[in-house]
């Protein structure tokens, strides 16, 4: 009886909640669009997105023109679809941009003002939801998805297709004040697919907070697959914490491109036959610095280059890598600074696995470890090899500069002369790390030194050090003898003392072997 009547009680609670209705959504059929009639539906579409709640468009077969009366964060001139903050848009079916419609910086899913938690997603990874740019009916650039100055927003299970312009990305645009407080980012880029556009598959621009794209597929861009930007018009290095995993990119300009960028991470990747290269660092005006590339697998062909550190970029870790029917594995073009190239894999390399370009300290600072290379010498060519001979050219005998090379079983070059760790007034080691770590640019740099008009520089990122401490140097001590610039402290060597002044920071003391200042 006590059972029977504790059932009763609890009888209308477990009927409320069988009864609880399911999230609503915002059918666009019920706003007054129709697949597959021909005609447009933007106007309906849109009128759904705006309504409060979720949107849901089921069936394939939407088409959607481009309202030029609205305009993107950038000044493109164009959107079909706006989405607003805190919208779902659950894509199981397509919309396709009408034929005949001409793009100017166009995008068919974008908006007009900062957004935060916007999603826009796919069913699932066997059926995602398709945005088609109709490449061979259009003309101009049309994005397919793009949110500008946005943070925590995601796309996912979207097949973006024949796009005249880009794919996918997140962009930001403003004063650097408005791009780094708060800051945009967080943004995510999941199991999507991008297929047969005109210029970049997937983009990241100057993503203060970082963002990622994760279990993508990528292929047949007329540039690169994933494309990376944190330089904004400023010259500043502001995009960072960039998370790029588990890809696979195909047929692509290059597969990865970063520029300007600190900290990102790549691994997991899969990359086939790209144009020119696998992964490319390159810099504007501040380099790109600090990213690790591991565990991925580099397919290319007879004649190409697979990793690119291109005009002066560094502090790059490059390590359980899979380099497959390559010329070369890494090359530096202009300096590459600080490398840790760990053990890589090679299979059918043609030429070099690490090839410094031919000038003076195209690699500085950097250590090298044994590289598995699975393919016999050819007795007759002499490939493939570790580095290239340092002599080659003879006009530049000091092709690496501070270079650890670890014995392996190929010849190589091992140079560690030691001793100077600041570049010299004018040099390409010089140029990299004044331009690329003014702390007012990239505050996660760290602490560094570099020698610079006559004049040895200390960057402090905290600013904790004040005029008139000391900073060893070697075996002795130094002056700070002024501040040029916030977190900038030129020390003045004639001024030594006899003790322990060194001042603690929270990066550590800083170092410098005063003997050889001079000399790069």
Known sequence: MRFFFLLLLL??????????????????????????????????????????????????????SLNHALR?????????????????????????????????????????????????????????????????????QTILACLWNATNCRFENIRAVDGTYFGLGFRSTGSPAQLTRPGYGRNQIIRCTVDNVAYIGVQLQYQHLGASVTDCRI???????????????????????????????????????????????????????PTTHALVLNRINSGAFGVKFT?????????KTAILVNNNSGRMQVEANRFDTWANGIAVNGTGLELTIGPNDFYRLGRYAVYPSRHTNALIRSTIAPQRIHDARNARTGFPRLLPPTTNPRNAPDRVYEVKVQPTGTT?????????????????AESFVRTTARTARNPNWGSHAVFYNGRTLVYIPTGTVLTGDYLEAGDTYLLIAGMPEPGVYWLQDSKKANGDFTKAIPEGTVKIYYPQWMTD
């Open 219 to 273: 292929s047949r861009c007329g540039d690169n697959g994933i494309d990376i930007e944190g330089n904004n018009p400023q010259g500043e290095g502001i995009g960072r914490n960039y998370q790029i995993l588990r890809n696979q990119i195909e047929r692509t300009l290059n597969g990865i491109f970063f520029e300007s960028v600190g900290n990102g991470t790549c691994t997991g990747n899969v990359i086939r036959q």
């Open 72 to 140: 993107t964060p950038e000044g493109g001139t164009g959107i079909a679809l706006v989405l607003p903050s805190d919208e779902t848009v659950t894509l199981k079916g397509s919309v396709r941009l009408m034929k005949g419609q001409v793009g100017a910086s166009s995008v068919i899913f974008g908006n007009t003002k900062p957004v935060r938690n916007v999603r826009l997603i796919g069913p699932g990874v066997a059926t995602p939801g398709t945005i088609d740019g109709n490449r061979r009916g259009t003309t101009g």
């Open 11 to 64: 009888l209308p609670l477990s009927l409320k909640q069988a009864s609880k209705p399911a999230p609503r959504y915002n059918n666009v059929r019920d706003f007054g669009a129709k697949p597959n009639d021909g005609i447009d539906d933007r106007a309906a579409i849109q009128r759904a997105i705006d309504a409060p709640g979720p949107t849901l468009i089921a069936e394939k077969g939407y088409e959607v």
């Open 295 to 303: 565990g991925n697998k580099l397919y290319g062909a007879p004649g």
């Open 412 to 428: 190589n070059v091992e140079r560690d002369p030691g001793g100077a760790r600041t570049a010299a007034a004018g040099s390409a």
